[in-house]
């Protein structure tokens, strides 16, 4: 897709980070924009800064791991703007069952039906809900599913583990569109450390799934503040968003946005998955960054 004026765009977790810089890169194309995100006053302050600039927009609460709402996204973002061309699934959370330091197993059942719930249900459901009626349209369109570079290198966490699993769907997706014909683009978008505040995800962590608090211990702490300092210094999420808009327009499929410096890093650690798959071993921890 090249000339994007006046097409319809749709980003869940539209109220910040990248979702909310992919929501004013697309305005700053002249397209409609459908911003959709669980955090309702964020959500009505993120639209009022894209309307003020004279965007035409939609904010619709939403929470992506309920079917229910996100077929009611898609229902409104029809009934407003009668098409969908860009469908970024994008919304996603990190918990407490980020830090690699416990054990998988000492995740709560919770834990795993939240971060699952959001990073890859909500994935699956906006695919659901959308791509019938964009392929329908007959109209060109692209469907970009925010993963991360825990999805392309040997995972760690129960996000990795979410992450893994939204590449290996937006894999299948792609190929699938591809073989119906349909003129529309899928990408994955595998960033790296963005400053964002996912490390605070649990703000909007729902009733249903808040299980008992992780038990706080020096091991776990100490990650937590390494890996707010990663975030810190991370990349910006205009930086991100660029990278989509040019990934779109180019037909990229594998999205990867990080420092340069992690470039090398990155491709060493997916040596190393090669290798070991090829001789039998199971993956190897990674080097302290």
């Not at 707010?228 to 327009?249: C, N, T």
Request: hydrophobic letters at 45%.
């Amino acid at each position: 897709m090249q000339d994007l004026r006046n097409k319809v765009a749709v980003v869940t977790g539209a109220a910040s980070g990248i979702g909310f810089a992919l929501a004013e890169r697309f305005a700053a194309e002249g397209m409609k924009v459908v911003l959709a995100d669980i955090e309702a006053p964020a959500l009505e302050s993120a639209n009022a800064k894209l309307a003020a600039s004279g965007a035409a927009t939609l904010p619709v609460v939403t929470d992506v791991s309920l079917w229910d709402d996100v077929q009611a996204l898609a229902d409104k973002a029809y009934e407003a703007f009668g098409a969908v061309h860009i469908l970024c699934n994008n919304a996603g959370v990190a918990g407490e069952g980020a830090a690699p330091v416990a054990g998988v197993w000492a995740r709560t059942v919770e834990d795993w039906q939240w971060i699952l719930g959001v990073n890859l249900w909500g994935v699956i459901h906006g695919v659901h809900a959308f791509v019938p009626r964009m392929i329908a349209s007959g109209a060109q369109g692209h469907v970009v599913n925010t993963a991360s570079l825990a999805g392309v290198t040997p995972a760690t966490n129960v996000y990795g583990v979410s992450k893994h699993a939204v590449v290996a769907l937006s894999e299948v997706l792609f190929t699938h569109v591809g073989a119906s014909g349909a003129p529309i683009g899928v990408s994955v978008l595998c960033p790296g450390y963005v400053v964002t505040n996912i490390l605070d995800s649990a703000r909007n962590r729902p009733a249903r799934w808040a299980g008992a608090p992780a038990q706080r211990t020096p091991e776990r702490e100490t990650e937590r503040r390494r890996a707010r300092q990663l975030v810190g210094a991370g990349l910006q999420p205009a930086q991100v968003a660029d990278a989509v808009l040019e990934g779109i327009r180019s037909e990229r499929f594998y999205i990867l946005a990080m420092q340069p410096e992690w470039s090398e890093r990155v491709a060493s650690r997916l040596h190393q998955r090669a290798d070991d798959i090829i001789a039998g071993r199971g993956p190897q921890p990674p080097r302290s960054t």
